[in-house]
């Protein structure tokens, strides 16, 4: 039941967003399960917490990125409306 392994530290930064949930996930499901000894549960509950961090940093991403888009057509749209003028 327990798996290790679920996203290594150094690969981490190669996983996506779909593929860091899908991983939480499946170590939540393995933590509520039980069944584990303390040190397994432990590990799981760090690599969980590694796999949160990555999800939230996905998201940050994501966001900025369509702050950015969203900057640059106001600015586009602002500019077009400076020359009609």
């Not at 798996?3 to 981490?12: L, P, R, S």
């Not at 860091?20 to 399960?33: D, F």
């Amino acid at each position: 039941m327990y798996h290790k392994g679920v996203v290594a530290k150094d690969t981490e930064q190669e996983v996506d967003f779909e593929q860091a949930l899908e991983k939480l996930e499946q170590t939540v499901q393995t933590l509520e399960a039980g069944g584990l000894t303390l040190a397994q549960a432990t590990s799981l509950y760090e690599e969980g917490m590694r796999l949160a961090k990555t999800c939230g940093q996905r998201l940050d991403t994501a966001e900025l990125k369509v702050t950015e888009l969203q900057n640059a057509f106001l600015n586009q749209v602002e500019e077009r409306e400076d020359v009609d003028e």
